[in-house]
């Protein structure tokens, strides 16, 4: 239940952020397109009544002005001064998906770092305390230790004993399909974190292109050809293929990390099943 939960608050935290990024934006770039008439307002005025030099009357409004968009931004001004409402920015259309895609990897990354977590168990001590509860109270008594303690190794072990009236082959049937299932939950969100880490730099290459499409067009456009014209595009292309790699190779990490981890549970799955059939047997010869 807490694994659905998270990832449903997976995608209400990329929608939510991306419509944060989305009025940020709009302020941003209304801000820019309406701030002109202002500063030049404030710089003559700055020069008519204090009579002082234009370079001082255009700090005094370009200082006015940032005050003024301060109040109207908000939060949203210092994220765009400390420069990562701008990098955004330059990075062109490709970064929107590209913000998407990170966010759902956190979401997942934090999902199941929380659920691996609170699977993990003492192998070693859960079987001493099943075995002992097994000579010395019965199937019963083993039964209640295994729902006393979470995680999938507890809850296959649990699977096995409900069988082990039905002798030893009905037992190993329980605990296949036990750890069938456990196995699959402990996959979950695994095949997201592999298709982000996929589709990241996928996008940021597409980005790339993108950017450099820019640059040529702007080449073309223009009668002189400089850096400043090529500048713009040339960037976009570089900040979609870094984020994009930014992204993907934490993702990659992850899911590698994840994938040892689930393997480590299914061996000792495997290795307490095996336990609990000896022991089963064991207690029938008697």
Same mark, same amino acid.
């Given at each position: ?17 991306v419509a ?31 009579? !002082? ?6 700090? +005094? ?20 001064h400390? @420069?990562?409402?701008d990098?955004?920015?330059? @990075? ?12 759902i990897? /956190? ?7 929380f659920?691996? =977590? ?8 859960? !079987? ?19 729902? =006393?303690?979470? @995680? ?8 096995g ?9 009905a037992?190993?049937e ?5 750890g069938?299932?456990?196995? =699959? ?6 095949v ?10 996928m /996008? ?7 950017? !450099? ?9 223009? $009668? ?14 570089? +900040?979609?293929?870094m984020?994009?790699?930014? +992204?993907?190779i ?9 994938? =040892? ?9 495997e290795?307490?099943?095996?336990? /609990?059939?000896?022991?089963?047997? $064991?207690?029938?010869?008697?």
């Amino acid at each position: 239940m807490v694994a659905k939960n998270l990832s449903k608050l997976a995608v209400f935290f990329a929608v939510a952020l991306v419509a944060l990024g989305g009025i940020y934006l709009a302020a941003a770039y209304s801000q820019e397109t309406g701030s002109a008439p202002a500063t030049e307002a404030a710089a003559q005025g700055g020069q008519d009544e204090l009579a !002082m030099s234009k370079a001082d009357s255009l700090a +005094i409004a370009k200082r006015i002005e940032n005050m003024a968009e301060h109040k109207r931004l908000g939060w949203f001004y210092n994220i765009r001064h400390s @420069g990562l409402g701008d990098f955004f920015i330059r @990075g062109g259309a490709f970064m929107w998906p590209l913000l998407l895609c990170s966010v759902i990897a /956190l979401v997942f990354i934090i999902e199941r770092l929380f659920t691996l =977590s609170r699977a993990r168990v003492n192998v070693k001590t859960l !079987m001493t305390q099943v075995t002992q509860a097994l000579r010395a109270e019965g199937v019963d008594a083993a039964l209640k230790v295994c729902e =006393s303690t979470r @995680g999938p190794i507890a809850a296959v072990i649990h699977s096995g004993l409900l069988r082990a009236g039905q002798g030893p082959n009905a037992v190993k049937e329980a605990i296949e399909t036990a750890g069938s299932i456990e196995t =699959s939950f402990l996959e979950r969100g695994l095949v997201v974190l592999a298709t982000v880490s996929t589709v990241a730099p996928m /996008l940021g290459f597409l980005g790339t292109v993108s950017g !450099m499409i820019s640059a040529f067009a702007a080449i073309a456009a223009a $009668e002189q050809v400089s850096a400043k014209i090529v500048a713009s595009g040339i960037e976009e292309a570089l +900040i979609t293929t870094m984020t994009g790699l930014t +992204i993907a190779i934490p993702a990659s990490i992850g899911h590698a990390y994840f994938v =040892s981890q689930i393997e480590r549970f299914v061996l000792e799955m495997e290795e307490a099943s095996a336990n /609990l059939v000896n022991e089963l047997v $064991e207690l029938g010869k008697k």
